[in-house]
């Protein structure tokens, strides 16, 4: 139990005056103070007790007011170190204080007399007008319901600034007029305030920044999946706010966590981010198709959360897929075109082989000039069906990106030579002059795709020699100074003195099915052809890394130029391609040849070509035949007709390679009118030696087998 101070002092009051009763009694006795009356003596011990009890009392009081003083002293720097300041009011609306520490000053700009006497100002007449009402409220009510109140609101200071002040108080108890007393603590909170809209400001600027990005953005627990935001663009795309569901339930309507989750890989071992995931994904929820950016980010509390970022590709999709549909569209097209130009090329390459050998028989018999005159002219127009046939397939071969370019080795002047050869003919017919020029320093041997080489002179002089009447078609060769270590890149030239292409038709002479000199009408035709050579040759050039140009003048002749690379041939090679060649006369005299052929126009063609060379030749109608006379006889060669009844040549020759017995490593060439793209290397790939394309050439075929059967 606590004593008062006022109790204290009249206690010890008491007990210093019994004590002085018995001491001064005490003393008189001592001393034996008899001359002094009864009287005297009271009066005597009354005054030294005033005086005592006096003094005693001084010490005392002057002890507890130095205490109290003490006190007071250090409550008042207590208050005054505290950022703002402690009151002592009355429960109206004007607050009027009875306390205020001096952090008054400070908090309103007012003294604490100011504040404590009302003028001014009363407290209450500085809380800001909007702030008034509800604070009014707010401190009623927590009266009421007997518990402190807290409330944040707005001050205007004596020089006009608004403040945020911070205040805690509680009912004290009520004063002698029965007004309720409070008491309570106000500081300055403007700078938090401050710091929370900026905080407030920036949130909602970065939230309209996300909400205003065209990508589904949500953040998510990396332990719980819990979803922590999400952006106005991904609450649109799924019908509703999904934060403080779980990922996994929400957006893919899954039972348990994706398969493909990539939280495993967004923090390394020592739980550090990794950086970004993408991928790819159709969400089965809303069907749409999101490009995904995944990455681990510290969250407001620290720990690492995973924000992804999704952008929409469903456009993106549906174009792949177009492209895909359109893909194999034009895949299947152009399996279809290419079925159908190996069916047309078989067709007509067949008839044509008959057509091409029989006149090549013809040739080789006893005719005067006017009959080898006719014959020389059917064999023009059977090469030129049969270079027409050709070239619509490489178009097809390169469009599909099906046509390789070899490199062999092989010799210029055969080809120069058989460029003479083939346009003799043309050439005599329309009184042209035809010349071929080769630089000295054009190596005789090169490597290089000859046969790519040949269809891009034949195709510029056949046009120059075409075009031509009664004028000059000059071709020259020459080697450029810029080569490699082993490389040599050649200027082939073709020019003539023909009528020139006009300007507006230069970009368009190597399109496909195009030509310089159109016809007025659909039955008017000045010159021949299909349109396609031009088209080829530049096809062609590129596919060789070649360049090539074009000058024209009316009136005064075309010039091509173009330039193309080869390398020059190693010693083994040259001396590999360098083996001499008896004629195929004497090498296919007495040897036994099996001709495997359905055609009876071909069958008679071959076999009357090589009984003339001093062969034995059997016949065979299809595969099944040719493996009986297998059985029967031995064979210095086979020729192979691809196509045949029963069983076909490729099947045939694969049978004969697999029997392993004294005829499994006859020699076989290769005959078809099958010239597509891959042709040549599956016959090659079943077991063929070599191949040759209908129409043959009896010369060619000729020194195939003088170069095969030598070998068997």
Not at 161 to 173: A, C, D, P
Not at 260 to 285: M, Y
Not at 361 to 388: H, I, K, P
Not at 501 to 526: C, G, M, N, V, W
């Amino acid at each position: 139990m606590r004593v008062s101070t006022p109790l204290k002092i009249a206690i010890k009051y008491a007990i210093i005056g019994v004590l002085w009763i018995f001491v001064s009694d005490y003393l008189v006795r001592i001393f034996h103070i008899t001359t002094i009356s009864f009287i005297d003596a009271q009066t005597l011990k009354g005054t030294l007790f005033v005086l005592v009890s006096a003094g005693v009392i001084y010490i005392l009081v002057k002890n507890d007011f130095e205490k109290v003083d003490s006190y007071k002293r250090k409550h008042q720097t207590l208050l005054s170190n505290l950022p703002g300041m402690a009151y002592r009011c009355r429960n109206t609306l004007e607050w009027p204080m009875e306390y205020v520490s001096l952090g008054c000053d400070q908090l309103t700009g007012y003294t604490s007399d100011d504040i404590v006497s009302g003028r001014p100002v009363h407290y209450g007449d500085l809380i800001h007008q909007d702030d008034k009402s509800a604070t009014w409220d707010e401190v009623q009510r927590c009266i009421k319901n007997n518990r402190p109140f807290i409330l944040e609101y707005r001050i205007h200071t004596k020089d006009g600034t608004e403040k945020w002040v911070w205040e805690q108080g509680q009912h004290v108890g009520t004063d002698e007029r029965g007004l309720e007393i409070l008491e309570g603590f106000i500081t300055d909170v403007t700078d938090r305030k401050l710091a929370e809209k900026a905080l407030e400001d920036s949130n909602r600027s970065l939230r309209t920044i996300l909400d205003s990005i065209p990508a589904d953005i949500y953040v998510s627990d990396m332990e719980t999946d819990e979803i922590l935001f999400m952006n106005a663009r991904m609450r649109e795309s799924f019908g509703r706010d999904c934060v403080g569901e779980i990922c996994w339930r929400a957006f893919r309507g899954a039972k348990g966590p994706c398969a493909h989750c990539t939280n495993s890989a967004l923090l390394d071992d020592q739980g550090r981010p990794t950086g970004v995931q993408v991928w790819e994904g159709l969400n089965p929820v809303n069907g749409i198709w999101y490009l995904n950016y995944d990455q681990a980010i510290p969250w407001i509390d620290g720990r690492y959360v995973r924000i992804q970022i999704a952008t929409d590709i469903s456009d993106r999709k549906s174009s792949e897929l177009a492209l895909v549909q359109a893909r194999d569209l034009a895949e299947a097209a152009n399996r279809t075109k290419s079925e159908f130009l190996a069916n047309m090329s078989h067709e007509i390459r067949t008839p044509l082989n008959g057509i091409m050998g029989m006149l090549q028989l013809l040739q080789m018999s006893e005719l005067n000039e006017e009959q080898l005159e006719y014959v020389n002219m059917g064999l023009a127009s059977t090469d030129r069906l049969s270079r027409l046939l050709s070239d619509v397939l490489d178009i097809s071969k390169i469009e599909a990106g099906k046509l390789d370019i070899r490199s062999e080795p092989f010799e210029m002047q055969p080809i120069l030579q058989s460029i003479e050869d083939i346009f003799a003919q043309t050439v005599k017919a329309n009184r042209n002059r035809l010349q071929l020029h080769v630089a000295d320093n054009v190596p005789p041997r090169l490597v290089g795709d000859s046969a790519r080489l040949s269809q891009i002179l034949f195709n510029l002089v056949g046009n120059a020699v075409k075009y031509t009447l009664e004028g000059q078609v000059d071709v020259s060769v020459s080697r450029l100074p810029l080569n490699g270590p082993n490389g040599c890149r050649l200027l082939f030239e073709v020019s003539d003195t023909g009528p020139g292409i006009e300007d507006h038709k230069l970009d368009t002479i190597f399109e496909t099915f195009s030509q310089a000199s159109e016809a007025s009408t659909p039955y008017t035709r000045e010159y021949e052809g299909a349109g396609l050579g031009l088209a080829l040759v530049k096809r062609l050039v590129n596919l060789m890394d070649g360049s090539g140009c074009i000058v024209s003048e009316t009136g005064r002749g075309t010039a091509f130029s173009v330039s193309l690379p080869f390398r020059l041939p190693q010693p083994s090679q040259a001396d590999s391609s360098s083996l001499s060649k008896d004629g195929p006369e004497r090498e296919l005299s007495g040897r036994r040849i099996l001709v495997a052929e359905d055609d009876p126009t071909t069958q008679a063609s071959i076999q009357s070509l090589l009984q003339r060379q001093g062969s034995e030749v059997s016949l065979a109608e299809n595969g099944e035949e040719v493996l009986t006379r297998l059985q029967e006889a031995d064979f210095d060669c086979i020729l192979m007709d691809v196509q045949m009844p029963v069983l076909d040549g490729v099947e045939t020759t694969r049978r004969i390679r697999a029997s392993g017995d004294r005829n499994a490593r006859v020699p076989i060439l290769g005959l078809s009118a099958y010239a597509m793209s891959g042709d040549r290397e599956k016959f090659l790939a079943a077991g063929m030696d070599d191949y040759l394309p209908k129409p043959v050439n009896h010369k060619k075929l000729l020194e195939l087998l003088g170069e095969h059967t030598r070998e068997g």
